[in-house]
């Protein structure tokens, strides 16, 4: 007899982008090439001073469990970096490392949610914030961020969202999955608004810092609103900027009291992080940081090429990120559409299952990240998987009639 499953797993859906990798690995192993733009990562190696820094530790015999809110010098290095590169102080018990960025997302929540407390999330959004929310008992509260405002939360929207109930504001600037920068101003205009609401939190999401293009920089939340420091939540890694997805490292800094209760909860879910790479994640925030700038030229050219081929696409509304990889196109000029084989797109989803079937490229649907009808389109994957699928993409857009 199968187990009776906890009802917070029954109710939670799987990842759309999992489900989306599962399908395109089930047509290549039929023997269909398939072009990937589904993935939410770099496709670079991490870079040879992180790796050696990682086998210097091995062979230091750094093989052992760390203390759970990671190294010394780990902590010393994110502390450093947080100076460095946004101006903010944080002490050794204000920081934490994780099993990545998501782990970090996970425990805060663990250690804040009650039933029914409510976590704003603006829409477009990473798919995992409103299940993890979900699954620490939290009701994700969805604001729709249109085109129109950039895909940005505005003041006026932050408004009228935050209840007595509201915990946590989850801010992701650059924005998985529009590409979507928030300016010095309209982090003032919302940190005005978060002034009249002491009791709300802040969740700022800065994993794809680094990543920005056309002379657009990225900043925290506590730099433009430095008085919201003392309830604010800043997670990052090093996935995205170091091309280190598998080592699985994030970290968080916030104050002392959500960090110890973090810090707990790692304790009895993981213990650490790797010691091996935390090691090499030290060696990625202390060392030269000349590979996140070589990173970030290569992401940008492939943006370019991705606008160049896309633009001008039949019913295909494009323009370019100002971060992080991802395109966000709109297909509402696809809806409605015949496809070759006489069947109406009726939405998002539709037009991305066309896509894989008529192009054999993935993308993923609008809908999974809260907002339709748009496609997450990765720029993170080669050049040459660019170039073939968006050329594929065009070609069976232009069939449509
Ligand atoms: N936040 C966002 C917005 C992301 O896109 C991702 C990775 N897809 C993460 C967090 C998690 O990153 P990590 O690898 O550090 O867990």
């Known amino acids: ?72 010098a780990l902590r010393k290095a994110i502390i450093a970096k947080l100076q460095r590169d946004n101006g903010l102080d944080y002490a050794m018990n204000e920081v934490i490392v994780g099993v990545g960025a998501k782990q970090l997302i996970y425990e805060a929540f663990a250690a804040s949610l009650d039933t029914g407390d409510e976590v704003i999330v603006p829409a477009p959004y990473w798919v995992s914030y409103p299940d993890i929310a979900t699954i620490h008992d939290g009701t994700p ?30 801010l992701n600037s650059p924005n998985n999955p529009s590409g979507a920068v928030y300016s010095r101003e309209e ?35 506590v730099e433009a609103a430095p008085d919201l420091k003392d309830r604010t939540l ?48 030290a060696a990625a925030l202390s060392g030269d940081q000349a590979c996140v700038a070589e990173a970030t030229e290569i992401f940008r050219q492939r943006r370019d090429r991705m606008f160049e081929i896309l633009d001008g696409t039949p019913g295909l509304a494009v323009r370019k990120p100002d971060g992080a990889f991802y395109f966000y196109p709109s297909v509402a000029g696809l809806i409605g559409k015949t496809t070759p084989q006489g069947k109406v797109l009726q939405s998002d989803l539709d037009v991305s299952l066309y896509l894989l079937e008529a192009a054999h490229v993935a993308v993923l649907d609008g809908g999974a990240y809260g907002m339709s009808p748009y496609l997450r389109m990765s720029f993170g994957g080669a050049m040459a998987d ?16």
Not at 38 to 65: C, M, S
Not at 197 to 221: C, F, K, N, Q, R
Request: with cysteine; glycine share 6%; proline share 5%.
């Open 1 to 72: 007899m199968a187990m009776k499953l906890a009802e917070r797993v029954v109710q939670l859906k799987p990842s759309a982008s999992i489900v989306a990798r599962q399908r395109v690995l089930e047509l290549q192993a039929a023997g269909e090439t398939i072009i990937d733009l589904t993935i939410g990562e770099p496709d670079l190696d991490t870079p040879a001073h992180i790796v050696e820094a990682a086998f210097a530790a091995v062979n230091a015999g750094d093989t052992h469990y760390t203390v759970p809110p990671g190294t010394p």
């Open 141 to 170: 509260v969805i604001v729709d961020c249109p085109e129109v405002d950039g895909f940005k939360l505005t003041a006026k929207a932050l408004e009228a969202a935050i209840t007595p109930n509201t915990k946590w504001l989850v």
């Open 187 to 221: 982090l003032e205009a919302l940190a005005q608004v978060l002034r009249q609401a002491p009791h709300v939190w802040l969740m700022t999401d800065e994993i794809y810092e680094h990543l920005t293009y056309d002379g657009v920089t990225a900043i925290s939340l």
């Open 234 to 281: 800043i997670v990052n890694g090093v996935s995205k900027a170091y091309a280190m997805t598998g080592w699985r490292i994030g970290y968080a800094a916030g104050p002392s009291d959500i960090i110890a209760a973090m810090v707990k909860l790692v304790g009895q879910s993981t213990s650490c992080a790797s010691s091996v790479s935390q090691a090499a994640a």
């Open 386 to 401: 660019i170039e073939v699928g968006c050329h594929a993409i065009r070609k069976a857009c232009e069939e449509l009639v």
